[in-house]
């Protein structure tokens, strides 16, 4: 056998033995918040990253209008077309919406406009005419991920086209523990708990509004307390391990919950701007009411975060684990955590 011969043989073996080392990790960006009618210079810190696949979890514009007109929608999927990276292409990309993505802020089941706004959304997403999100009401769906030997199943809620109205005024809401309120609407709640009750090595559930933490006035799932129940009650009775993704928030947390990570990303490039940033305002007085974003969620590991971020899940098959971060705009860790996939 010649010199060359052998060199590139043993080229080839590198190389294939590389793929191989690289198929057994695999790694999630994710975020939520995007306005198409601002910058969006976050995305450089995510392309170095290099992640396989990005997850948008909802307000991936910001097209809601008091008057429903979807118009405003239309321009605002538009604009954004223009604004998103094309290296994005090339990543496997999963979305959900949240309101103003859907059309209403703080929207619901009584959004009038929910199934032009639904084709819309499949539309803008490339989503296929056989997919059922096409053929049925509600964008929820769930996909099976396999790396290596690991048995992924991503699954994504609609947490707008089927939920009952918020109670209260915005900012304000009170609890909604009407018997028959619901977030999932009946069918979807069925479907779910389906999909959950098939055995994998973990769950990523996508929900654009939180789960589990209950510590602020905003939209959450515990202003519908029997339907936060029901959901970590069938989390916790699955044999899967759990890891949620959530959004909304303008602000990055993670939060626990007997053996359920929570991970809320929010905001990609529309931050919290705190009063001690603002003008008008004496700066002892703006730095005195800083406290009103300050947040003390007995469910969370770590303090909140809120100027831009993404979030980032690295999972290394051969180990079973995730690496857990949230990064700044500058591709900084600003929290971690470390999940393990085997059983506890």
Request: glycine fraction near 4%; proline fraction near 2%.
């Amino acid at each position: 056998m010649s010199k060359k011969v052998s060199t590139f043989i043993f080229f080839i073996f590198v190389l294939f033995h590389k793929q191989l080392l690289l198929a057994s990790d695999y790694s999630i960006a994710f975020g939520s918040c995007l306005d198409q009618r601002k910058a969006q210079p976050i995305w450089d810190s995510i392309e170095n990253m290099d992640p396989n696949a990005f997850i948008f979890l909802g307000d991936n514009v910001y097209g809601d209008h008091p008057s429903q007109n979807l118009a405003y929608l239309y321009e605002a999927y538009d604009q954004q077309e223009t604004k998103l990276p094309r290296w994005l292409n090339t990543l496997k990309i999963y979305s959900i919406w949240d309101d103003h993505d859907y059309g209403l802020n703080d929207g619901g089941a009584s959004f009038m406009g929910k199934k032009e706004a639904q084709n819309i959304f499949i539309d803008f997403w490339g989503i296929d005419p056989d997919d059922q999100r096409a053929k049925r009401e509600g964008i929820y769906f769930s996909e099976k991920l396999v790396i290596e030997d690991l048995n992924i199943k991503i699954i994504g809620l609609d947490t707008r086209y089927f939920r009952s109205d918020l109670k209260g005024s915005k900012n304000f809401y009170l609890n909604n523990n009407d018997k028959n309120a619901s977030i999932l609407g009946v069918t979807q709640w069925q479907w779910l708990e389906d999909e959950l009750n098939e055995e994998v090595d973990l769950v990523i559930l996508l929900s654009s509004i939180q789960v589990l933490s209950t510590d602020h006035r905003f939209e959450k799932w515990s202003l519908f307390p029997a339907e936060r129940k029901k959901l970590i009650k069938l989390i916790n009775n699955s044999s899967n391990k759990t890891l949620i993704l959530s959004g909304d928030r303008h602000r990055a947390g993670m939060y626990k919950l007997d053996e359920i990570i929570e991970i809320t990303s929010s905001s990609m490039n529309k931050p919290i701007k705190t009063f001690s940033e603002k003008k008008g305002f004496e700066k002892y007085f703006n730095q005195a009411m800083d406290w009103v974003f300050y947040e003390d969620d007995e469910l969370a590991l770590d303090k909140t975060y809120i100027k831009e971020n993404f979030g980032f899940i690295k999972i290394y098959s051969e180990q079973k684990l995730l690496e857990l971060n949230i990064f700044d705009i500058n591709g900084k860790s600003v929290l971690s955590h470390n999940l393990k996939l085997s059983k506890s």
